[in-house]
């Protein structure tokens, strides 16, 4: 790989260089553990201090901090310095990534009927069933399954491992990570008699472009209509998108989030790790969840919701849960009690 300058990265991201634009630099770090030769970040004028301490070769900084940068050393300042690093770490990752080479591994086994384009990357012991359509550019990771019917965008990256089932969709740009089952059987059960009967899923998974998801994240097909993610969402490690969900564009969730059947979620909402949202609901555009939080009804009205039980010694806790069990006794009583006044 050729060598990298600070020259390069502002004619990559903009804004003004001040520094010698000749230095080289071999890696994107932090302040703490910078080197003459690293190029950092600050956004939150908090870390300051460790600005001044940091010896990195070049700090990206806001206007804010233009000065203070300068007092150091060299800086680029731009005028959202957290969306340039972000910016940064996609250019970096693309000068050193290992080129791909296109084309269908010996050991991968491809249905004659498949549609791989010639400069897709079909990995080793990857599986592509019947009328399957792979885009140009696409990647598929080592032993990853495409299943029958299923399209795959152009640019796509799927990771080892991944899981495409049948008659599922994704747009171009996409990026699945180890171990994603897209296409699994929604959890659909009939009660007949103390037993329960399956009740067989016959929709599919629809994801626009731009869309990434984490390891180890399921999104289940739907049980008649198709589940659908749209263009630009992100979905973090272990979440699980239940049958028939609906996420709207650019909605982000963190680790371990739960949808269950039916719900739409609006366009550029936020959902917290480890949120619960239960089926059937609407949550409209614009809505921020917090971590932990249980949603119960649906959300008509953008803003920031939070349904966290604060946590406390097992003692207190039990106290206070015994305590909100009485509430509405003690409402009833209030109420009386106004009304005698």
Known sequence: MATITLGDIAAHLGGELTGDPLLTIDRVGPLESATPHTISFISNPRYQAQLALSSAGCVIVGPALRDAALARGAALVLPDPYLAFARLTQWWVAQHRPPVTPGVHPTAVVDP???????????PFVVVEADAVIGEGAQIGAHGFVGRGSTIGADTRFAPRVTFNHGCHIGARGMLHPGVVVGGDGFGFAPNQGRWEKIEQLGGVRIGDDVEIGSNTCVDRGALDDTVLEEGVKLDNLIQIAHNVKVGAFTAMAGCAGVAGS?????????GGAAMIVGHLKIADHVNISGCTAVTRSISKPGVYTGLFPMDDNATWEKNAATLRNLHALRDRVRALEKKN
């Open 263 to 271: 719900t739409v979620i609006g366009k550029h909402c936020t959902i």
């Open 113 to 123: 009927s498949a549609r791989v384009a010639a400069s897709a990357s079909v990995g």
